[in-house]
């Protein structure tokens, strides 16, 4: 069962917060996604069914050969930072 | 109340490549902020890993090194969690059927042999670094995406020395492999070091405490030893130890509490969808065993039961790979063992040291040291000469042969010569022949330096001093 105080907590866990109305909606969607996992889960005789993790039962045939190397101008690296100082992405303190 | 501890390992260590583990970014984190960056390494959108051969290679070499099994299949998962130094929200590593299980490797504890059990090695990703200041931080994703490999012992170690001789022995394995510089100064190898004590004969582990990202192995041997003292006392006065990840500063020396460990963190692990598994053929594993060069356990045990050196002899040779198969090169050409050893560990590696040079710059080969040590063997030279002859060939860059040509150095083994510089000494000197027969007997040595000062050291010294005690005796 989700409840606002558990959104609540998992938003503050991940170190962002929302207000009333956004808690409303997320609640709202959430509602939507288990009636759609309840679905899945109603689905019998799954005990013998491996987890798809890869669509095709393909190997990597070949891995990247460790000789060129490349590299993005500096403009396109902080081209989507928030905030920068200097070459580095500037962020709230954050230490554990 | 007497204490068992036990500690376990884990180690990072930085992978020797020249681009990262995802990406082809260069894997030189030190150069200028994000200089060496690519949109997979900042987790653009639609972007997709692609495996490092090298770094794959390197795996399992470290895998098999570490005594480990091989999957048939190289996986990779994701660890999820959020944390600014991780762009992609998760950090793409190996869980679930890492490059090696259940390994072993020998190291010696002193003088003792110790199996330390490897419960798993695994490769996966660097996370960017992170610079704080007061009210914010940044990031510099240079090191986003650098291979590592992360080495977890059983809980199998019982004091600071063997936790210490475990991680030189690994150390030296990557060096010796060339799967990484390994170097503590420079950050490529940390290491967390989770740590109990128990009442001694206790079956059950106590209550452990994590230490985290300890940079150096002095600090780990001090974080090591404050904790065991800290949870003893804490443990006699009736106190229960709390499951926690603490910090070790190494300005006061003293562990601190950064947070207490409610519960595991859960980190979502599921199998990497972008990347397909990778067949880890036999044949390309055992190709890969081929290149390990003997280690160095290996080598010190034969060195000492083979060739008789001294374990602390044997231990100096191996430090580094370069100078153990200089010394190897030496006994293949025929020099005794010890002689070889006595060589190498004084004159050759002070030497080293004092130039500040490696071995492979060494002029002198193992084939011109083994011409001066049969030039002493045959009497021609002195070992003083010798020691003279070295510096001079390592100096001009001419060989042992052509320097004792220049330097004229040759060994006088003529007792008639020597003879009569020994009586003209001796009669000059009565009153200390007086003072030897009266029990001084340091005036021998006395007598052989006038003789050495005479002929410009080229006197057998031993034939000098029997010479000596000769005509003493005939006054």
């Not at chain 2, 984190?29 to 390197?58: C, H, Q, R, W």
Request: charged share 30%; proline share 4%; aromatic share 8%.
């Amino acid at each position: 069962m989700i409840t606002k105080e558990k959104l609540k907590d998992y938003a503050h866990k991940l170190m962002f917060d929302m207000n009333d109305e956004e808690y409303d909606t997320l609640l709202k969607e959430f509602d939507v996604m288990l009636k759609q996992m309840d679905l899945i889960g109603n689905i019998k005789d799954i005990s013998c069914v491996e987890p798809m993790t890869f669509p095709f039962e393909l190997d990597s045939v070949e891995l990247r050969n460790d000789e060129e190397s490349r590299n993005i101008e500096i403009e396109e690296v902080l081209s989507n930072a928030g905030s920068k100082k200097g070459r580095e992405v500037r962020v709230p303190k954050v230490v554990e | 109340m007497e204490y068992e501890v036990t500690i376990g390992l884990e180690v990072h260590c930085e992978v020797k490549t020249h681009t990262k583990m995802f990406s082809p970014s260069l894997n030189a984190y030190e150069e200028m902020a994000n200089s060496n960056v690519t949109e997979i390494d900042l987790a653009f959108p639609g972007v997709l890993p692609t495996v490092n051969y090298e770094a794959v290679k390197k795996a399992v070499k470290m895998s098999l090194a570490l005594n480990c099994k091989v999957p048939e299949k190289m996986y990779f998962d994701r660890k999820n969690y959020y944390y600014a130094d991780l762009p992609k929200g998760y950090q793409i590593t190996q869980t679930h059927d890492p490059v090696g299980t259940n390994g072993y490797i020998n190291v010696y504890v002193g003088e003792e042999v110790k199996k330390v059990l490897i419960h798993d090695i695994h490769l996966e990703e660097d996370t960017a670094s992170l610079d704080h200041y007061d009210n914010y931080s940044l990031i510099d994703y240079n090191r986003a995406g650098i291979p590592l490999l992360e080495t977890v012992t059983e809980p199998c170690l019982h004091s600071a020395e063997e936790a210490l001789a475990f991680l030189d022995a690994l150390r030296k394995i990557f060096i010796y492999c060339d799967i990484s510089e390994a170097r503590t100064d420079r950050g490529q190898m940390r290491c967390d070091v989770n740590i109990s004590l128990a009442p001694k004969g206790s079956q059950v582990l106590g209550t452990k405490v994590e230490m985290k990202n300890i940079n150096s192995f002095a600090n780990v041997k001090a974080a090591i030893e404050y904790e065991i003292e800290r949870q003893k006392e804490a443990l006699n006065k009736g106190e229960r130890i709390i499951q926690e990840t603490r910090r070790y500063d190494d300005v006061d020396c003293k562990t601190y509490r950064m947070r207490e460990k409610v519960e595991s963190i859960d980190y979502k692990y599921f199998i990497e969808p972008n990347i397909p598994p990778y067949k880890l053929e036999k044949e390309f594993i055992e190709e890969i065993r081929k290149t390990i060069p003997p280690l160095q356990f290996e080598r010190i045990s034969k060195y000492i039961n083979e060739y008789g050196i001294s374990h602390y002899d044997a231990s100096v040779i191996v430090k580094d790979k370069s100078v153990a198969e200089y010394f190897e090169k030496c006994l293949e050409l025929g020099i005794n063992p010890k002689t070889s050893a006595n060589w190498v560990t004084s004159i050759i590696l002070a030497h080293l040291n004092k130039t500040e040079t490696s071995i492979e710059d060494l002029y002198l080969t193992p084939k011109m040291l083994k011409q001066i040590i049969n030039l002493i063997e045959e009497g021609k030279i002195s070992s003083k000469q010798a020691k003279e002859v070295f510096y001079k060939v390592v100096e001009d860059k001419k060989g042992p042969l052509k320097i004792i040509e220049e330097l004229g150095i040759k060994q006088t083994s003529d007792d008639s010569a020597i003879r009569t510089i020994v009586q003209s000494i001796l009669d000059n000197n009565q009153n200390l022949i007086e003072e030897y027969k009266g029990g001084r007997s340091n005036v021998l040595d006395f007598f052989v330096g006038q003789v050495m000062k005479q002929t410009r050291g080229q006197a057998n010294p031993m034939m000098t001093s029997s010479i000596i005690k000769e005509e003493i005796g005939k006054r």
